[in-house]
């Protein structure tokens, strides 16, 4: 006998739970935060950002054990399941901040049926903030709608970036940051993709563009930009599927924000 489908609601049910278990874990061992797994010159990975994964796996393979998982950490025992249903976890996104106590991280978790993202929560319990939103529902903040901002030009924007680890083929490093701050208000690199996500979501600020984000940084938050009546657009994905360019505005600003950035770096949507 076939099983219902279970509705959004219920996903996202999940997904915040597994967020909560995860990111709660993080905080309660922040006096942990320098124990290092593996260093690199721009980032570090943590015993905790492992640890956090299987936290969040646990919970939804506990409520949903025959759908797949994919989580940025290799935490050597998840089980490579053939599921319609795909949870995307990023354990800690900004785990250098989390690093040096900074508090702008977060959890994000999302499902995907499909290609087709369905629920997404993001919680940042430094910060004491926890965005969601499902596919046919409402994107809230600690339970409270969100609206993106109505700013209709970028000259009055604020738009979020990260520095690319690995630059963009071909484009100076750099160049594309140069260009996007020329033009607007005022530029932001805060080091939480996720949470930059939000924050153009709640209105907080305008845009967002990475030349290289990967899929566990972006799919709750973009969800939660669309459902709060953003707009969303990946280009250029990489070998491997999981890393892409990426363009968030409120709506308003996303034709002019693609131009920009496309007079730097060619665009190849993604289907
Ligand atoms: C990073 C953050 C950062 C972004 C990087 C990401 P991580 O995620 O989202 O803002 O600029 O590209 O890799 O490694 O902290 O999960
Ligand atoms: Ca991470």
Not at 69 to 89: K, M, N, R
Not at 177 to 185: G, K, L
Not at 214 to 219: M, N, Q, R, S, T
Request: proline share 6%.
């Amino acid at each position: 006998m076939n099983r219902p489908e279970p509705a959004p609601s219920i996903l996202l049910d999940c997904a915040l739970h597994a967020a909560r278990l995860a990111g709660e874990h993080a905080l309660a061992n922040v006096h942990r935060r320098t124990e290092v797994l593996q260093a690199f010159k721009h980032d570090v990975k943590l015993n905790l950002d492992v640890e956090c994964q299987r936290k969040a796996a646990g919970a939804i393979l506990e409520r949903f054990p025959d759908h797949a998982i994919l989580g940025e950490e290799d935490t050597g025992d998840q089980p490579a399941a053939a599921s319609d249903y795909e949870w995307i976890i990023d354990p800690i996104d900004g785990t250098v901040n989390f690093s040096h106590g900074f508090p702008f991280w977060c959890c994000s978790i999302a499902v995907r049926r499909g290609g087709t993202v369905l629920a997404g929560a993001v919680h940042a319990p430094a910060i004491r903030e926890t965005y969601t939103a499902t596919l046919d529902g409402p994107a809230l903040c600690n339970g409270q709608p969100l609206a993106v901002s109505a700013t209709p030009a970028l000259d009055q924007a604020i738009v979020f970036t990260g520095l690319d680890k690995n630059a963009a083929p071909n484009v100076a490093p750099n160049a594309i940051f140069e260009r996007i701050t020329a033009r607007v208000q005022r530029t932001r690199v805060i080091g939480s993709a996720a949470l930059d996500l939000c924050m153009v979501a709640a209105g907080r600020g305008d845009g967002y563009f990475e030349s290289g984000i990967y899929i566990w940084d972006i799919a709750a938050a973009g969800l939660i930009v669309r459902r709060a009546g953003g707009a969303t657009a990946g280009y250029n994905r990489q070998p491997g599927g999981h890393r892409q360019a990426f363009i968030a505005t409120n709506g308003r600003l996303q034709e002019e924000l693609t131009a920009l950035i496309g007079e730097a770096l060619r665009l190849d949507p993604i289907a």
